[in-house]
């Protein structure tokens, strides 16, 4: 498998590694993919009164594809409002880090982790 | 220390350099056609052949007249079962048997003749990956005309017990081939003790070239095969083709050093794998995959939990291992062989095989066990599902999403 230099970028210097505490009022926890499948996606995303996302953190059990996906997104919602991170689509993803198609189920689980962050923190924000 | 460090043996051997230059006159020299029967050049080939023929042959206890060339331990394979297969199909029946964690070269054959209306049994290997000689036993039938087990996984280096399984299969007139491509000078071979009709023999897994491989055929009782390769009637008939002389030099004296060095460098070898596996289980949640008893000395397979097999060979680039993942290839599949001994899946992800041979050292061995320790550990700083087993999450109770 050879891999795009943002790939490996990523791979090698990912951004945002770590956690929050996920009780804490303001933060959305999204965990997607299952270790039988070999990646595992924990996207923290951490918003202000104003709706904007001022943080993010992420764990990834995955292939480096896997992880410079999470480390990609982390870095793009930060300073989004949560209705523009829910805007990103795998394609871009998949793009900016020129995926190759077997490669692509990766983005997928990224877009799928925002989404899971963002209904978390919903949830906890409505309630 | 040159780097990458090649820990990847089973996959292929470097040539001998005493091989290559025992290879070279037959190129631009020595390039007769063995079967030239009317002059000296090919006089001279055929001698290099007959030579090297007697050198496979002594190396696993066999009569010269019992070796057949081929291109590899693939085409030797086909040629044993397909060969076997259709020549006993119709007198003695068309059930054959083989086990799951076999060579793709094995397993994709039989499914051939699976549809051509033979039915095969796979069976299931135990957790230790070695077959269950009872559930072989019953797996054996009337009509079964052929069993095919591997000396030697290329996986996990298992060594499978063929001395039983020939017997059984003697005793009931049922043909037994075996795959020692991954065996001849790692374990002793002695066809003249074993009751296997068939054998399969590949020259670049053990210091020779590539594109070279022999196909032993039992002559007491006799092995019958049906020709997979027509033409001009070279290997009595088994198997047409030109000689390629220089590559049948190189295998024979490939196997001659296996014979002579054997012994001493599968005790070294032995001493540097117990080394990387020392090393490798100072790390936490490392779990070694296969039987280290019934064992070759040079392979280790571990798997390293929460960590997947990927990213963690993208981690070890300084190292030329391979990974039981196949997400390598296009499957994303796990190790078929992993799964096979009922590995979960999210171990047979993380598994990373190590295949020591004639050339590594010590430091590189050292080296390794250093990388890998550095490499697991921030891969698992990275990992959620270390950080969920660290809090003492039971990982197996979550409901995963599947994708």
Same mark, same amino acid.
């Given at each position: 498998?050879?891999?795009?230099?943002?790939?490996?970028? =990523?791979?090698?210097?990912?951004?945002?590694?770590?956690g929050?505490?996920?009780?804490?009022?303001?933060?959305?926890?999204?965990?997607?993919?299952?270790?039988?499948?070999?990646?595992?996606?924990?996207?923290?995303?951490?918003?202000?009164?104003?709706?904007?996302?001022?943080?993010?953190?992420?764990?990834?059990y995955?292939?480096?594809?896997?992880?410079?996906?999470?480390? !990609?997104?982390?870095?793009?919602?930060?300073?989004?409002?949560?209705?523009?991170?829910l805007?990103?689509?795998?394609?871009?993803?998949?793009e900016?880090?020129? !995926?190759?198609?077997?490669?692509?189920?990766?983005?997928v !689980?990224?877009?799928?982790?925002?989404k899971?962050?963002?209904?978390?923190?919903?949830?906890? =924000?409505?309630? | 220390?040159?780097?990458?460090?090649?820990?990847d043996?089973?996959?292929?051997?470097?040539?001998?350099?005493?091989?290559?230059?025992?290879?070279?006159?037959? @190129?631009?020299?020595?390039f007769?056609?063995?079967?030239?029967?009317?002059?000296?050049?090919?006089?001279?080939?055929?001698?290099?052949?007959?030579?090297?023929?007697?050198?496979?042959?002594?190396l696993?206890?066999?009569?010269?007249?019992?070796?057949?060339?081929?291109?590899?331990?693939?085409?030797?394979?086909?040629? %044993?079962?397909?060969? &076997?297969?259709?020549?006993?199909?119709?007198?003695?029946?068309?059930?054959?048997i083989?086990?799951?964690?076999?060579?793709? &070269?094995?397993l994709?054959?039989l499914?051939?003749?699976?549809?051509?209306?033979?039915?095969?049994?796979?069976l299931?290997?135990?957790?230790?990956?070695?077959?269950?000689?009872?559930?072989?036993?019953?797996?054996?039938?009337?009509?079964?005309?052929?069993?095919?087990?591997?000396?030697?996984?290329?996986?996990?280096?298992?060594?499978?017990?063929?001395?039983?399984?020939?017997?059984?299969?003697? %005793?009931?007139?049922?043909?037994?081939?075996?795959?020692a491509?991954?065996?001849?000078?790692?374990?002793?071979?002695? @066809?003249?003790? +074993?009751?296997?009709?068939?054998?399969?023999?590949?020259a670049?897994?053990?210091?020779?070239?590539?594109?070279?491989?022999?196909?032993?055929?039992?002559?007491?009782?006799r092995?019958?095969?049906?020709?997979?390769?027509h033409?001009?009637g070279?290997?009595?008939?088994?198997?047409?083709?030109? @000689?390629?002389?220089?590559?049948?030099?190189?295998?024979?004296?490939?196997?001659? @050093?296996a014979?002579?060095?054997?012994?001493?460098?599968?005790?070294?070898v032995?001493?540097?794998r117990?080394?990387?596996l020392?090393?490798?289980?100072?790390?936490?949640?490392?779990?070694?995959?296969?039987?280290?008893?019934?064992?070759?000395?040079?392979?280790?397979?571990?798997?390293? &939990?929460?960590?997947?097999g *990927?990213?963690?060979?993208?981690?070890?680039?300084?190292?030329?291992?391979?990974?039981?993942?196949?997400?390598?290839?296009?499957?994303?599949?796990p190790?078929?062989? +992993?799964?096979?001994?009922?590995?979960?899946?999210?171990?047979?992800?993380?598994?990373?095989?190590?295949?020591?041979?004639?050339?590594?050292?010590? *430091?590189?061995?050292?080296?390794?066990?250093?990388?890998?320790?550095?490499?697991?550990?921030?891969?698992?700083?990275?990992?959620?599902?270390? *950080?969920?087993?660290? &809090?003492g999450?039971?990982?197996?109770a979550?409901?995963?999403?599947?994708?």
């Open positions: 498998m050879s891999y795009s230099v943002k790939v490996i970028d =990523h791979y090698e210097n990912p951004r945002n590694v770590g929050f505490d996920a009780d804490e009022a303001g933060v959305g926890t999204g965990m997607v993919g299952a270790p039988a499948c070999g990646d595992v996606m924990k996207l923290q995303i951490k918003v202000n009164d104003n709706g904007v996302i001022e943080d993010a953190r992420f764990k990834t995955g292939c480096g594809s896997a992880i410079a996906s999470s480390s !990609l997104i982390t870095e793009w919602v930060k300073g989004k409002t949560v209705d523009e991170a805007e990103i689509k795998n394609a871009q993803i998949a900016e880090l020129a !995926l190759p198609p077997v490669k692509i189920h990766c983005s !689980l990224a877009e799928d982790a925002i899971a962050a963002v209904a978390d923190y919903r949830k906890k =924000h409505c309630a | 220390m040159h780097l990458p460090i090649y820990l043996y089973s996959a292929t051997t470097p040539v001998d350099p005493r091989v290559a230059e025992k290879m070279l006159p037959y @190129l631009c020299e020595r007769g056609n063995p079967a030239s029967r009317s002059h000296s050049f090919g006089w001279e080939a055929d001698a290099a052949v007959e030579e090297a023929r007697n050198e496979v042959a002594a696993v206890h066999a009569d010269p007249k019992e070796i057949v060339w081929t291109s590899g331990a693939t085409e030797s394979d086909n040629l %044993a079962i397909k060969g &076997a297969a259709h020549f006993y199909g119709e007198t003695k029946g068309r059930h054959l083989s086990v799951k964690t076999e060579h793709k &070269a094995v994709d054959t499914r051939d003749l699976e549809r051509q209306g033979f039915r095969v049994t796979y299931d290997a135990q957790k230790n990956g070695l077959i269950d000689l009872e559930a072989f036993q019953a797996a054996l039938r009337d009509d079964t005309a052929l069993v095919s087990v591997m000396l030697v996984n290329n996986e996990i280096g298992v060594i499978q017990p063929i001395a039983e399984i020939g017997d059984l299969c003697r %005793a009931r007139g049922i043909i037994f081939h075996v795959d491509a991954q065996a001849t000078g790692k374990v002793d071979i002695d @066809l003249s003790a +074993l009751n296997v009709d068939l054998m399969s023999f590949s670049h897994k053990t210091y020779g070239p590539k594109g070279i491989g022999a196909l032993y055929v039992r002559r007491k009782p092995a019958r095969l049906e020709a997979q390769m033409g001009g070279h290997e009595r008939g088994l198997r047409s083709g030109t @000689l390629a002389t220089h590559q049948i030099v190189g295998m024979g004296e490939a196997f001659r @050093l014979r002579l060095e054997m012994a001493a460098e599968t005790a070294r032995r001493r540097l117990d080394r990387l020392d090393g490798v289980s100072r790390i936490e949640a490392v779990h070694v995959n296969g039987d280290m008893t019934a064992r070759v000395a040079h392979n280790l397979n571990v798997s390293f &939990a929460y960590v997947e *990927e990213s963690l060979m993208m981690a070890l680039k300084d190292l030329a291992v391979s990974s039981g993942s196949a997400c390598t290839s296009a499957s994303l599949e190790s078929y062989v +992993l799964r096979a001994l009922g590995q979960p899946d999210e171990l047979a992800h993380s598994s990373i095989r190590f295949t020591l041979g004639r050339f590594t050292t010590k *430091e590189e061995i050292d080296y390794a066990v250093e990388l890998l320790r550095q490499k697991v550990g921030k891969l698992r700083d990275m990992s959620p599902l270390w *950080e969920m087993a660290q &809090a999450v039971d990982l197996d979550v409901q995963w999403a599947a994708h």
